[in-house]
């Protein structure tokens, strides 16, 4: 397992060790004041630092069929799936932190700093929750075919959604899961999360398979 750390840890720790905590300290420098949009800004970033790494990742293990190839070593398909989860776990975990000390540093009304917390927290737990779903399905079916549903979902969503946000009803039923996610304690949201998470890495274990998958060809 040491060696698939070793191996996979250099673009997380840039992202989440280096990236982002130069982004947080450029806030930092020309903002003293907690803004909403700030939040969400550092929301997605997260999403992005966190993810996109994962993929670049996983793209090049299925490119070089990197799964095939461990399956000559001797270790186990345990091993490599908990280096995966434990380095996402890693990342989100020193993103969550570094925020939660840039949020130490700056003004904000108490309501709008309890907000920031809540959402900072919800933000780690959905991260390793859709990090753990996109292994379950790399592990099972490969790169291409994630790409291939996420992009349908994307495109239908981008499609349905403002058509169904068009409804009073569906905004009013977003309105109170938004609610009910933000009227979560924060032991709530971690102890979930991690519960959650450990259960995918659980069904990830289990449908993890060393044979070459359908390689992943970018469009020219």
Not at 11 to 18: D, K, N, S
Not at 56 to 83: C, D, F, K, Q, W
Not at 93 to 99: D, E, I, L
Request: charged content about 10%.
């Amino acid at each position: 397992m040491l060696g698939i750390l070793r191996k996979d840890y250099v673009l997380f720790a840039l992202a989440t060790l280096v990236v982002f905590p130069v982004v947080l300290l450029m806030e930092s420098v020309t903002l003293t004041e907690l803004r909403p949009a700030l939040v969400m800004t550092n929301m997605m970033v997260v999403w992005l630092l966190a993810l996109v790494p994962l993929m670049v990742i996983e793209v090049e293990e299925e490119h070089s069929n990197g799964y095939a190839m461990l399956g000559s070593l001797p270790v186990r398909a345990g091993e490599i799936v908990a280096a995966k989860f434990l380095l996402l776990l890693a990342a989100i975990a020193a993103c969550t932190a570094a925020q939660f000390v840039f949020l130490a540093g700056m003004r904000a009304a108490p309501a709008l700093l309890a907000l920031a917390q809540s959402a900072i927290l919800l933000t780690g737990a959905l991260c390793l929750l859709l990090g753990g779903t996109f292994y379950s399905v790399i592990f099972s079916f490969g790169c291409a075919r994630l790409m291939t549903v996420s992009l349908f979902v994307f495109t239908v969503s981008s499609v349905m959604a403002p058509i169904l946000l068009s409804k009073p009803a569906a905004r009013a039923l977003l309105r109170e899961a938004v609610g009910l996610l933000l009227g979560l304690s924060g032991l709530e949201v971690v102890l979930g999360g991690l519960i959650l998470y450990a259960s995918l890495f659980f069904v990830s274990a289990a449908l993890f398979r060393f044979e070459p998958r359908k390689k992943y060809q970018p469009l020219d």
